[in-house]
């Protein structure tokens, strides 16, 4: 069953503009992570942030965690047309080793 | 490091027929890999969680007997849809957990493309 929930669905955004996406899961976790996933491709690992983690910086991207809210953001400064991709968030059931993915925001950077 | 690599990339078959899909890690052993299964525009479904020399678990809705897997070695598992029709027309992702390793991060491969006609 589908954890996560991304919002937007979809965002379109010029490049150097920041691009925020949201996710909300549903039952406790040990940690979340985001992943990026190009039309048509696999999916490349952005971050992990564990549950007694807040915030956490890799790059051009940031996320936060909040467990009260179940809720996580992912921001990405200073856009560029190359992050134009699908973002999902995913999210470990309780300390599975199973990932659980959110449906996705689809980010698109328009040059 | 840590690249995962599926086989075939794409592939067409008939209706009826089976179709073997790899996934190998290429510089690493993996202790567990997984196999997600993602229609367009949707998110990544989990199928199965497959364990170097042990049975595959599959998760609920997922039919085992359709949907064969093998974890031969800690840098190879293959799934195998059989007697696929069209409705298992799909995209196919593996991902893998290093062996020796508490990380919680899986590598995917780049994902195999089934039509069934």
């Known amino acids: 069953s589908q954890q996560g929930e991304e919002d937007p669905q979809a965002l379109s955004i010029q490049e150097g503009e920041n691009a925020t996406m949201n996710c909300s899961y549903k039952?406790?976790?040990?940690?979340l992570q985001w992943y990026r996933q190009n039309s048509g491709r696999g999916l490349v690992h952005l971050i992990l942030?564990?549950?007694?983690?807040r915030e956490k910086h890799s790059g051009r991207l940031r996320v936060t965690l909040d467990t009260s809210k179940k809720s996580s953001s992912l921001l990405i400064t200073a856009s560029r047309a190359a992050d134009t991709a699908s973002y999902f968030c995913?999210?470990?059931?309780?300390?599975?080793?199973?990932?659980?993915f959110g449906k996705g925001t689809k980010l698109t950077v328009n040059p | 490091g840590a690249v995962v690599s599926q086989h075939p990339s794409w592939v067409i078959c008939k209706s009826g027929t089976s179709v073997k899909i790899e996934c190998r890690s290429l510089d690493f052993q993996a202790t567990t890999m997984f196999w997600y299964r993602q229609f367009p525009k949707q998110s990544l479904m989990l199928m199965a969680t497959s364990n170097e020399g042990s049975k595959a678990t599959y998760e609920q809705g997922v039919e085992k007997d359709k949907f064969l897997i093998n974890h031969a070695s800690l840098t190879l598992s293959t799934l195998t849809v059989t007697s696929a029709h069209p409705e298992d027309s799909s995209f196919y992702i593996c991902?893998?957990?290093?062996?020796?390793?508490?990380?919680?991060?899986?590598?995917f491969g780049p994902g195999t493309r089934l039509t069934v006609t």
């Open positions: 039952t406790s976790i040990n940690n």
């Open positions: 991902s893998a957990r290093m062996f020796g390793t508490a990380s919680y991060e899986q590598y």
């Open positions: 995913a999210t470990d059931r309780g300390g599975s080793e199973k990932l659980v």
């Open positions: 942030i564990r549950s007694n983690e």
